[in-house]
């Protein structure tokens, strides 16, 4: 499963953006799907994961209260919203899914299936 994550760039402190994660000729629907960073120096953070199972939605308490995790079958998109951005979020961003329907504990402990290229947001006035 080739994945493929979009829509960082350049955001002001306390500004918002919208990452969007696809896989080119295929669906997501069936996949739980977690999104990591990784700032500079700093160990990999999973920050989101949206299982298949239920749809239930899991956070990471860096990002928690800002950040949404959401699905788009017909458009085989998973986005992650971010709100309220802060500096200490820039990192690179990266989107990965699994067939398993998993949490993001177990995504941050035993790593998903598949990843994409990441996506740099950096926060910054």
């Keep these: 499963v080739q994945l493929q994550a979009s829509g960082g760039g350049l955001v002001q402190p306390g500004g918002p953006l919208r990452l969007s994660c696809e896989t080119p000729g295929g669906t997501l629907e069936y996949y739980s799907v977690a999104w990591f960073r990784q700032a500079p120096g700093k160990d990999r953070e999973g920050i989101s994961c949206i299982s298949n199972g239920d749809g239930s939605t899991y956070y990471a308490d ?27 979020d820039t990192a690179v961003y990266y989107c990965t899914s699994d067939h398993r329907d998993v949490d993001l504990q177990w995504a941050s402990v035993y790593g998903m299936e598949n990843w994409g290229k990441g996506t740099l947001v950096t926060v910054s006035s």
């Design 62 to 88: 860096s990002v928690k209260g800002r950040f949404i995790t959401s699905r788009d079958n017909a458009k085989n998109t998973v986005y992650l919203q971010m709100n309220s951005l802060k500096p200490e």
